[in-house]
């Protein structure tokens, strides 16, 4: 390793936290890191880990020790909230409530998607039509469509 290349690890070292899997930049402070980084993390969600791990919403990434950046590991790995903000209530497969994160938020909402779509429901089929269609994009979830939405199909009205 030469030195540019040291030099470029220790800058990146410096400019960017890893805690939970995510790098969080180590100038923003702890409650806006959170929510713009993780998935299933908001404003309310935010709020209530900096309380349960006892840090400032103003505190800066780069100004945690190493206990409280353990801390707040810790804190997003077991993540209990109450009923009312979790993301996942009454889950359909285990009946559940749960508050998913990151890669499981993503995986959650696609087997509901693939759910709909072999239950053959309303919305299940406008996602069937819309992925099997080249030409015409159906709107999923309510949108008007007489003057929206005509990017891919034909521009202007025709009569």
Request: proline share 1%.
């Amino acid at each position: 390793m030469n030195k540019s290349q040291a030099k470029t690890l220790a800058d990146s070292d410096d400019r960017f936290i890893r805690i939970f899997d995510h790098n969080f930049p180590a100038d923003s402070t702890i409650f806006s890191g959170l929510r713009q980084t993780i998935k299933g993390i908001g404003r309310r969600i935010g709020q209530q880990i900096c309380r349960n791990v006892g840090l400032s919403m103003n505190q800066r990434f780069k100004e945690l020790d190493e206990t409280q950046r353990m801390k707040l590991q810790d804190e997003l790995g077991t993540l209990e909230l109450p009923e009312f903000m979790c993301n996942r209530r009454h889950d359909r497969v285990t009946g559940e409530t749960m508050h998913n994160l990151a890669q499981e938020w993503g995986d959650a909402v696609r087997k509901d998607i693939d759910h709909q779509k072999i239950i053959k429901s309303y919305i299940g089929q406008r996602y069937i039509q819309f992925q099997s269609s080249s030409k015409r994009f159906i709107k999923v979830r309510g949108q008007n469509t007489k003057s929206n939405g005509r990017k891919r199909a034909n521009i202007g009205i025709r009569k």
